[in-house]
């Protein structure tokens, strides 16, 4: 199966993850159904693929699934921090944040910006709470906002 490259995943990226992730994106819009089993099996193939939890929890989310998304952030999350060999949980990372370098690589950076994408998701589920402590967490976590966190800080500043 020949499929154009529709999106840039990381350059470490299995060929045979991104040809499955490549043809679940070109179908996500047409096909939604095929493109979660595609999703899923390009999960299935390589679990420890990151670019995976990434691209289904962004087809989750554009699907409206929050609920699946959120599950699918949490694994990321789960999955980085293993590899990374430091705390999932981001109130305990906080704690013991000066022990690890969270920019050190594609993998701590990974976290961080899924880290992101939980709070966006929390606050889409009205949880500005859950959202908002994500967020505080985060800050500590990426003082110099290479995830991007201060967009969505701003966003949840203005839903106040």
Known sequence: MLTEERV??????????????????AASHVDPIRAETLFLQAQTLDNQCLQTYFALYKF???QKRLADAEQV?????????????????????VQVASQWDL???????????????????????????????????????????LSGASVIMDLAAGMA
């Not at 966006?120 to 589920?125: G, S």
């Open 60 to 62: 989750y989310f554009y």
């Open 8 to 25: 840039l995943f990381s350059p470490n990226i299995p060929a045979a993850v991104n040809q499955l992730l490549q043809a679940a994106v």
């Open 73 to 93: 952030v949490i694994a990321g999350l789960v999955e980085s921090a293993r590899q990374g060999g430091f705390p999932c949980d981001h109130q305990s990372l």
């Open 103 to 145: 920019y050190a690589n594609e993998t701590t950076l990974f976290y961080l910006y899924t880290l992101k994408a939980l709070a966006f998701i929390k606050l889409r589920q009205g949880c500005d709470g859950d959202a908002k402590q994500v967020l505080a967490n985060l800050k500590q976590l990426d003082p110099k906002d």
